[in-house]
């Protein structure tokens, strides 16, 4: 995997953005554009914050994830201006002075108080496009995301820059590497907790850090698609592990998920390895021009296939797609976009002047719906469980003669399969960005 410095990529890329702000404040009528980085959140009755999360838009312009009460503000035709929260306080660390790849590009002002920054921003705000949350607000600068940027903004965010991908590349890298850890953890007998800290430890990221909350599952499970227990010590007998987890690098997220049988051999083992090629084969599917609703149609059928197989579907992949069985094996979508956000913005949308893209009849968790074109980078990640809750709605549904119980009896203490790589789509043949990161280790 070749990595190219992402500071020499930074001066294109926010070229890049200047000009896409340049047209949202055209559409939205406005002139000048402010992006503040967030405002830390605290919880009620007490003194304690959340862990802070920034503000996407301000984090896709610098390479920022911890300062608050900071703001972009740009101008047409001006240098783009960051007002630097730098306060006096003894009692947090403060920010370092600005420092790094995208200093010279931009002018600094630095403020010891969020207050000072109503001398710096352009007015008057009603001629303000203000990209944020509510809680931003700021004296009469209140964060109002006006719908004709904001459905530009998020919708050409679906197109990577170099350097972005480059720092995608880097996320890929740290999340591989922790993955690994897991996977030995997991053959050294440890819990779920164990290897989550396993995890977090060889990506040197805590569980703030992290673009999302590690789903570390042992055995059954893995049939639970969000599960973050964490049980504290080690099953009777582990069979199974399903890890789905990932890494960030200046804010730009990495989503990986791995299946792994506890022994070397037998049915699970082999079924992994058939969802495996199957998930390979969807990933090759990356490419402009490709329906990503029928990408996902297309993985109901491999997965189908796979399962019809190892002879747990008695009827043909397209009669389980066709009477709704199939849902009950892959009850989640096939991805999503990604980028600054795990689930990044503008999957649905229709244009770059709102609209959406309706799902599939039938497939109400699907998460993206756009057709592919060069630049998008979308996750992979097509999954087979055995999920009480789904498995009986197809007995009640009058389906039950199309699935062999006997076999699902066998796969169940298993819980479940789901691989997930992250993808690339170009001009030609699409680029994994996940499966280089793991061969370089």
């Known amino acids: 995997m070749t990595t190219v410095d992402p500071a020499l990529l930074y001066p294109r890329h926010l070229a890049v953005l200047t000009a896409r702000a340049d047209e949202a404040l055209a559409r939205s009528g406005r002139e000048h554009l402010l992006i503040p980085s967030g405002r830390r959140h605290y919880q009620a009755f007490d003194d304690r914050d959340y862990p802070f999360a920034v503000n996407p838009h301000f984090k896709h312009w610098l390479p920022l994830t911890t300062v608050a009460d ?3 503000a740009y101008t047409p035709g ?5 007002i630097y929260l730098q306060p006096f306080d003894y009692w947090h660390v403060v920010p370092e002075a600005p420092n790094g790849w995208w200093v010279e590009h931009v002018d600094v002002e630095v403020i010891r108080t969020p207050e000072e920054a109503l001398q710096l921003l352009p007015g008057p705000p009603e001629r303000c496009a203000i990209i944020g949350e509510a809680n931003s607000a700021l004296g009469g600068y209140v964060p109002d995301n006006p719908a004709a940027a904001l459905d530009y903004l998020h919708y050409q965010r679906s197109y990577k820059t170099p350097y972005e991908v480059a720092l995608m590349r880097i996320a890929q890298r740290r999340a591989a590497h922790a993955h690994r850890a897991a996977e030995r953890a997991f053959r050294a007998g440890a819990s779920e907790f164990e290897i989550h800290m396993a995890y977090c430890a060889a990506a040197r990221q805590d569980a703030t850090e992290v673009p999302y ?3 570390v599952a042992l055995n059954e499970h893995g049939a639970v698609l969000h599960y973050t227990e964490l049980d504290r010590d080690p099953p009777a007998q582990a069979r199974s592990f399903l890890i789905d987890a990932g890494a960030s690098h200046h804010g730009y997220a990495a989503d990986i998920t791995r299946t792994y049988a506890a022994d070397g ?6 079924m992994v390895e058939a969802v495996d090629r199957a998930q390979q084969a969807m990933c090759a599917g990356v490419r402009a021009g490709a329906d990503y609703r029928q990408l996902h149609v297309d993985a109901h059928l491999a997965l189908m296939g796979v399962l019809r197989e190892f002879g747990v579907l008695r009827v043909s992949p397209e009669a389980a797609l066709a009477t709704g069985v199939s849902a009950a094996f892959f009850p989640h979508g096939l991805g999503h976009p990604i980028g600054l956000q795990v689930h990044d913005v503008a999957g649905f949308a229709a244009s770059d002047r709102g609209g959406t893209i309706p799902r599939p009849d039938g497939h109400p968790y699907l998460r993206m719906t756009r057709v592919l074109e060069p630049g998008m980078v979308v996750t992979i990640e097509p999954g087979v469980y055995f999920i009480d809750m789904l498995l009986e709605e197809v007995r009640q549904a009058g ?3 199309s699935v062999d119980w006997a076999r699902v009896d066998a796969f169940r203490p298993y819980g479940g399969i789901r691989i997930e790589d992250d993808v690339l789509c170009t001009d030609a043949a699409p680029e994994n960005l996940t499966r280089p ?3 370089a280790l």
């Open 70 to 72: 900071s703001w972009i």
């Open 265 to 270: 051999g037998g049915e699970f083992q082999a």
């Open 437 to 439: 990161a793991f061969a």
């Open 399 to 401: 389906h039950g003669a």
């Open 78 to 82: 001006r240098r783009p201006k960051v």
């Open 213 to 215: 909350q590690n789903i």
